[in-house]
């Protein structure tokens, strides 16, 4: 029997099974929709063709633009590696839940993390009956309470900080692997996803699946070196390409993939050594960052017969925003623990099915550079720095403003011509930065060594 024949004959008992429950008890409320949240490790914002790359070929994710949304002013929760990772499992900004900047094991303890009190996805999906993982790179803290399987993920297949921090590969509490091949990591990765959607038949699973690659140092699987036009970065893309096909095949072969949210996104800006081979074009700089290539990424997401193919977004969206969006598409709460702060995300799920008149946006953006200093405010088209910035010459003697929908490079300094909007811009972002201050809670992990903020007060808001 083929593979066609058997996805025909799994659906038509589906159907058959699903047919019989309404006859008995009367009409069914459809299956939850799974959730596959893949993420790149400093992948730039043109690094995949369908976001302009001339150097990299990514038809399938070409493809899954075509069939869902691209997401042209998407942002990562952060401009490095943890800090991005604490905004899209919490839907809170990385200075809200006590981030001193940097990443783990480099100025932040290793053993620090996500603080317990704050909630997940993970944990909040695992609450409401989902099947829960994590595949691929965590970097959240490796003190016991830190964990994945601390933090509402069941299944766990991982390394714990970056692929250039460590040389061992987890399953739960196990270590499988000292040390990993770095070249094949992206491979076994997918072969624990597509284990992972085989034998999660019975309930409905949110997979998380942040993979190392393109991350440095870029070493090619042997079955793609030299096969890009990119030297070892374009290699390891094309090859995280396909295997996200490979993900995609197995929903298809196991029938789930109408009933299946897929985002793709990455963790921020490109990495300065890989300079030669990625590109955030059309923006400047990179990660680290508070420029847009900093933190602005691709993301597309896909969700067959329920989002509509071949849309463009071009409205504004943070990676905080993702919790409480997909919570909402899957028809779970976000109440319920006692002395967690206020998320700063936004159920923007209506306006992404397109329902304009209910619809909640985002109006408002902050950034902040790596070592966590707060550096600029996103209002609609506009972006106003509010710091001293390196590579934005004009910010060393006041404000700088740029119309991003006519400057992506952040070029021509417009704060002059717009002194009003200047004005209330400084005024909202420094009543977000008191609320988020006053609202904050401790790093988790290490409570006798607390590291200390880098964070400085920025010059244009002391």
Avoid at 27 to 52: F, H, Q, T
Avoid at 105 to 112: A, T, V, W
Wanted: charged share 20%.
């Amino acid at each position: 029997m083929t593979q066609t024949m058997v996805r025909a004959l799994r659906s038509a008992l589906r159907g058959l099974s699903l047919l019989l429950v309404v006859l008995c008890h009367g009409e069914e409320k459809p299956p939850r929709p799974n959730v596959i949240l893949i993420m790149a490790d400093d992948l730039a914002y043109a690094d995949l063709s369908c976001y302009g790359s001339k150097k990299n070929r990514t038809p399938v994710l070409d493809q899954l633009a075509a069939g869902g949304m691209r997401f042209t002013n998407f942002y990562s929760g952060a401009t490095v590696c943890t800090p991005s990772r604490m905004a899209l499992l919490t839907g809170c900004y990385p200075a809200r839940l006590g981030w001193p900047g940097g990443v783990g094991g480099h100025k932040m303890s290793p053993r620090s993390g996500l603080p317990a009190t704050i909630p997940t996805i993970g944990e909040r999906f695992l609450e409401h009956g989902y099947r829960t993982a994590l595949i691929g790179k965590w970097h959240l803290g490796e003190a016991p309470g830190l964990l994945p399987h601390d933090r509402g993920f069941q299944h766990c297949y991982y390394i714990r900080s970056s692929n250039n921090q460590t040389t061992k590969l987890w399953q739960n509490e196990t270590i499988i692997a000292d040390p990993f091949d770095n070249k094949r990591l992206t491979e076994l990765f997918t072969r624990d996803a597509i284990r992972f959607i085989r034998e999660t038949s019975d309930q409905p699973f949110f997979l998380y699946l942040p993979y190392t690659a393109p991350h440095f140092p870029a070493e090619a699987h042997p079955d793609w070196k030299g096969k890009s036009h990119n030297a070892a970065y374009g290699d390891v893309v094309e090859e995280l390409d396909s295997r996200i096909g490979e993900i995609l095949r197995t929903l298809r072969d196991t029938d789930q993939e109408k009933n299946t949210i897929v985002l793709f996104l990455s963790d921020n800006g490109p990495e300065g050594s890989q300079r030669s081979f990625n590109s955030a074009a059309p923006h400047r700089g990179g990660k680290w960052s508070s420029l847009e290539g900093g933190t602005r990424v691709p993301m597309i997401l896909s969700w067959p017969g329920t989002i509509a193919p071949g849309r463009t977004h071009h409205s504004l969206v943070s990676a905080i925003d993702l919790f409480p969006t997909l919570a909402h598409a899957c028809g779970i709460s976000m109440a319920g623990h006692a002395n967690a702060p206020a998320i700063d995300g936004i159920n923007l799920w209506p306006s992404w099915r397109g329902d304009a008149t209910t619809a909640a946006t985002r109006n408002t953006l902050l950034y902040w550079e790596g070592w966590a200093t707060p550096q600029a405010i996103r209002s609609g088209q506009w972006k106003l720095y509010f710091d001293e910035v390196k590579d934005i010459p004009d910010s060393a003697t006041g404000p700088a403003l740029f119309d991003l929908s006519q400057d992506p490079a952040e070029q021509k300094n417009l704060a002059a011509q717009h002194p009003d909007l200047v004005a209330t811009m400084l005024i909202t972002a420094r009543e977000q930065l008191k609320s988020l201050a006053r609202h904050a809670t401790p790093l988790g992990g290490d409570a006798k060594t607390p590291p200390a903020s880098s964070a400085k007060t920025p010059r244009w808001l002391r």
